[in-house]
C-alpha cells in the first residue's frame, strides 16, 4: 500500500473519531490488505489523534485472545490497537454515555511494563515477557462501537481503527503478582449488581502472558518494541457488555482487585 494511501486511510478514521461519525468502512484504494498495512495505519492515525489532541499512545489492548470474544467477533486471531493518554483512568472511572456511539465495556488483566522488550529479543514467550513486568492489575476495557455494522467489516479495517478501543480504568497495581496463579485467577463483571460474566485468566490464549509475549514479538517485527511504562490489557475473559445510560460496572479479577466505572 503507497504511503498516500495509509494517510488517506489514517484521515478518514481520525475525522470520523474527532466528529464521532459512524463509519461505513474504508474506500477500496485505502483498505488495508493484511495485517501490515492494517498496523501501519493504526500507527499513523495515533500520530494524527496526538496532534489534535488526544494523545500521546501510552499502552496497548489484545482483541479476540479468549474463546468468548473469538466466537462474539467470528475473528479466530489476536489483534491490538493503541491506548491514548486521554482515555486511561484509574480504579473508579466516570464517563458520559453521550460522548460514545455504542458504549461497551469487558473484563481483563493488565500488565504494566517495568523493563521494555527491544526487538533485539525477540522471539519472546511467556517466561521472557514476565521477567519485564512489573504490575498486574484488573482492568475494564471500554469499547464503542463506532460502526454503522462492524460485522460487515474486514478484521484489518477493525485493526487500523484500534480495534473498538475507546478507553480503560486500571485497577490498583499488584507488584507481588508472581505469588498468583494468573491463569486460574477468574474475573467476574457486574453492571447494577447483577453479576453478567465469569471466565479465567487461562482463557486467553491458555495464560494471560501469551498474549503479552505475542504483542511482544508482534511490535518487535514492526520494529516497534513495547517500552517501558507501557501497559497492556490482555484481552476480555467476559463477553462484551454494551451499556444503557447510568450504567454502574464493577470487574474484580482474583488477587487483583477490583475497577469499576460509572456511565452517567
Same mark, same amino acid.
Given at each position: &500500500?503507497?504511503?498516500?494511501?495509509?494517510?488517506? #486511510?489514517a484521515d478518514l478514521l481520525c475525522r470520523a473519531r474527532? /466528529?464521532?461519525?459512524?463509519? #461505513?468502512?474504508?474506500?477500496?484504494?485505502?483498505?488495508?490488505?493484511?495485517?501490515?498495512?492494517?498496523?501501519?495505519?493504526?500507527?499513523?492515525?495515533?500520530?494524527?489523534?496526538?496532534?489534535?489532541?488526544?494523545?500521546?499512545?501510552?499502552?496497548?489492548?489484545?482483541?479476540?485472545?479468549?474463546?468468548? &470474544?473469538?466466537?462474539?467477533?467470528?475473528?479466530?486471531?489476536?489483534?491490538?490497537?493503541?491506548?491514548?493518554?486521554?482515555?486511561?483512568?484509574?480504579?473508579?472511572?466516570?464517563?458520559?454515555?453521550?460522548?460514545?456511539?455504542?458504549?461497551?465495556?469487558?473484563?481483563?488483566?493488565?500488565? #504494566?511494563? $517495568?523493563?521494555?522488550?527491544?526487538? $533485539?529479543?525477540?522471539?519472546?514467550?511467556?517466561?521472557?515477557?514476565?521477567?519485564?513486568?512489573?504490575?498486574? &492489575?484488573?482492568?475494564?476495557?471500554?469499547?464503542?462501537?463506532?460502526?454503522?455494522?462492524?460485522?460487515?467489516?474486514?478484521?484489518?479495517?477493525?485493526?487500523?481503527?484500534?480495534?473498538?478501543h475507546a478507553g480503560c480504568v486500571l485497577g490498583a497495581?499488584?507488584?507481588?503478582?508472581?505469588? %498468583?496463579?494468573?491463569?486460574?485467577?477468574?474475573? /467476574?463483571?457486574?453492571?447494577?449488581?447483577?453479576?453478567?460474566? $465469569?471466565?479465567?485468566?487461562?482463557?486467553?490464549?491458555?495464560?494471560?502472558?501469551?498474549?503479552?509475549?505475542?504483542?511482544?514479538? %508482534?511490535?518487535?517485527?514492526?520494529?516497534?518494541?513495547?517500552?517501558?511504562?507501557?501497559?497492556?490489557?490482555?484481552? $476480555?475473559?467476559?463477553?462484551?457488555?454494551?451499556?444503557?445510560?447510568?450504567?454502574?460496572?464493577?470487574?474484580?479479577?482474583?488477587?487483583?482487585?477490583?475497577?469499576?466505572?460509572?456511565?452517567?
Amino acid at each position: &500500500m503507497a504511503q498516500d494511501a495509509i494517510e488517506q #486511510a489514517a484521515d478518514l478514521l481520525c475525522r470520523a473519531r474527532l /466528529r464521532k461519525e459512524r463509519l #461505513a468502512g474504508l474506500p477500496q484504494g485505502c483498505l488495508p490488505a493484511g495485517e501490515t498495512e492494517a498496523y501501519a495505519i493504526q500507527d499513523t492515525l495515533h500520530a494524527r489523534l496526538d496532534a489534535a489532541g488526544r494523545g500521546p499512545l501510552v499502552g496497548f489492548k489484545i482483541g479476540c485472545t479468549t474463546p468468548v &470474544m473469538q466466537r462474539f467477533l467470528q475473528i479466530d486471531h489476536p489483534c491490538a490497537g493503541g491506548v491514548l493518554a486521554p482515555t486511561v483512568q484509574h480504579q473508579d472511572g466516570h464517563y458520559r454515555h453521550g460522548d460514545f456511539l455504542r458504549v461497551g465495556v469487558e473484563c481483563e488483566i493488565a500488565v #504494566a511494563l $517495568s523493563q521494555g522488550l527491544p526487538a $533485539s529479543g525477540a522471539p519472546y514467550d511467556r517466561d521472557r515477557v514476565g521477567s519485564a513486568v512489573g504490575a498486574c &492489575m484488573a482492568a475494564i476495557e471500554i469499547v464503542d462501537d463506532r460502526y454503522q455494522d462492524y460485522s460487515a467489516l474486514d478484521p484489518w479495517t477493525l485493526v487500523a481503527d484500534d480495534f473498538f478501543h475507546a478507553g480503560c480504568v486500571l485497577g490498583a497495581p499488584v507488584q507481588g503478582w508472581q505469588d %498468583l496463579d494468573l491463569a486460574a485467577a477468574r474475573g /467476574r463483571m457486574t453492571i447494577n449488581g447483577q453479576e453478567v460474566g $465469569s471466565g479465567r485468566g487461562g482463557d486467553v490464549l491458555g495464560h494471560p502472558l501469551e498474549a503479552l509475549a505475542w504483542l511482544a514479538n %508482534l511490535r518487535a517485527g514492526q520494529d516497534r518494541p513495547l517500552r517501558a511504562g507501557h501497559f497492556v490489557l490482555l484481552g $476480555s475473559v467476559v463477553e462484551t457488555k454494551w451499556l444503557a445510560r447510568g450504567d454502574r460496572v464493577v470487574i474484580a479479577i482474583e488477587g487483583l482487585g477490583e475497577a469499576s466505572a460509572d456511565f452517567a
